[in-house]
């Protein structure tokens, strides 16, 4: 599957980097440079309130930072979705459909009441040009769609399994796939 902004990446049983084990990561921009996602599935315990305080009350529950990935872990970057697709606010930016990123340095007040949902993830994954591709080849990683609702879930700790669960053919049938086939 072609790499694009809005799909998903689902970590494979194959891939043991630490960092990505059973995770799922929403691709926000797809280049001939490289590709930037974030981990939909790793919320830390620091409230968005506690460093971001603006924020606090336009973020979704849980109301906490979630662990975007190991690049720029210092930083932060929003995702959110649109309430009207034809009125977008300052400081919004189209990933997919309706589903963007917001500037954290736009006064909050220029985005009341624009945003149905959003998340804050303190740093991102990233990958260099042709790096990712590697990976999905090597079979780290399964590309499937993305839907909206994927990055603003309630539980993300069952995003991965649901995920999987919703997909066609033989893929669902991985969900329960163990990392050495030969050990079952």
């Given at each position: 599957?072609?790499?694009?902004?809005?799909?998903?990446?689902?970590?494979?049983?194959?891939?043991?980097?630490?960092?990505?084990?059973d995770?799922?990561v929403?691709?926000?921009d797809?280049?001939?440079?490289?590709?930037?996602?974030?981990?939909?599935?790793r919320?830390?315990?620091?409230l968005?309130?506690?460093?971001?305080?603006?924020?606090?009350?336009?973020?979704n529950a849980?109301?906490?930072?979630?662990?975007?990935?190991?690049?720029?872990t210092?930083?932060?970057?929003?995702?959110?979705?649109?309430?009207d697709p034809?009125?977008?606010?300052v400081?919004?930016?189209?990933?997919?459909?309706?589903?963007?990123?917001?500037?954290?340095?736009?006064?909050?007040?220029?985005?009341?009441g624009?945003?149905?949902?959003?998340?804050?993830?303190?740093?991102?994954?990233g990958?260099?040009a042709g790096?990712?591709?590697?990976?999905v080849?090597?079979?780290?990683?399964?590309?499937?769609?993305?839907?909206?609702s994927?990055?603003?879930?309630?539980?993300?700790?069952v995003?991965?399994?649901?995920?999987?669960?919703?997909?066609?053919?033989?893929?669902a049938?991985?969900?329960?796939?163990?990392?050495?086939?030969?050990?079952?």
């Open positions: 599957m072609q790499l694009a902004a809005g799909m998903l990446l689902v970590a494979t049983p194959a891939l043991q980097d630490p960092n990505f084990v995770t799922v929403l691709l926000l797809v280049t001939d440079e490289g590709v930037l996602g974030v981990v939909l599935n919320p830390s315990q620091v968005v309130a506690d460093v971001l305080e603006p924020w606090s009350e336009v973020v849980p109301e906490v930072l979630f662990r975007g990935g190991p690049v720029g210092d930083g932060a970057l929003a995702v959110a979705r649109l309430r034809g009125d977008p606010p400081g919004w930016r189209q990933v997919a459909g309706l589903m963007g990123i917001v500037d954290l340095d736009t006064p909050t007040e220029l985005i009341d624009s945003l149905s949902a959003m998340r804050v993830f303190a740093g991102y994954a990958w260099g790096q990712l591709e590697g990976e080849e090597e079979g780290s990683w399964y590309v499937v769609g993305g839907e909206v994927d990055a603003f879930r309630d539980d993300p700790a995003l991965r399994r649901d995920v999987m669960r919703r997909q066609p053919g033989m893929l049938w991985h969900l329960n796939r163990p990392v050495d086939p030969d050990l079952n």
